[in-house]
């Protein structure tokens, strides 16, 4: 009985060091990785964004969504395109992926920034050529090519290209419907007051 209550005595002191331990290097890790996600994120946006985007103005929406705002001009009244993340559940996990849109709205570029799903299928979401397709889509195309969508799905895969590809849809339809977003008005072909009206 006495080995037994020494032996508990001993896991709780071990427990207690470890865990003391573990404590001591979160305290010092955070930050740097926090930080090392910031930084990572700013990059994401950066390469997403349209290439006249030359001022950036994050913006929360009611519903908590975070969007960069990019603006061509140092005034902001060009707004040269908006960057936010999109986020939609995989085989195996959440993939998140950051969604760079042109002032209309229609896909600049994504990078996928995070996911954990299988690898060698899923995985291949964070392939080049798999982003590169989104590019230049329109809300109405971006679907996957199983859904009659213009985005090819990754072989064994279709999942994963589903979770990015739908969701990055749905960030495309909350955004361009939001009314809390500045939006530059199209330009309108001006009218020569010199000429006559003719019958």
Request: hydrophobic share 40%.
């Amino acid at each position: 009985m006495k080995n037994i209550v020494r032996l508990g005595v001993i896991l709780m002191i071990y427990a207690g060091v470890a865990g003391a331990l573990l404590g001591w290097v979160y305290t010092k890790t955070a930050p740097k990785i926090e930080e090392q996600a910031r930084m990572e994120r700013q990059q994401a946006i950066k390469e997403v964004m349209p290439p006249d985007a030359k001022v950036f103005e994050e913006k929360t929406l009611s519903d908590g969504t975070v969007v960069v705002v990019g603006y061509a001009d140092d005034a902001k009244t060009q707004v040269a395109g908006y960057a936010a993340e999109a986020v939609g559940t995989g085989f195996s996990s959440d993939v998140r992926t950051m969604v760079g849109f042109l002032p209309d709205f229609r896909i600049n570029a994504i990078k996928v920034i995070s996911q954990n799903e299988t690898p060698g299928l899923g995985t291949h979401t964070q392939d080049e050529w798999f982003q590169k397709q989104f590019s230049g889509k329109t809300i109405d195309e971006l679907l996957v090519n199983k859904d009659g969508g213009k985005i090819q799905a990754i072989t064994g895969a279709t999942i994963s290209s589903r979770a990015v590809t739908n969701s990055v849809r749905k960030l495309a339809e909350k955004l361009s419907q939001s009314t809390e977003l500045p939006k530059t008005a199209p330009q309108t072909a001006a009218v020569d007051s010199t000429q006559t009206p003719q019958n």
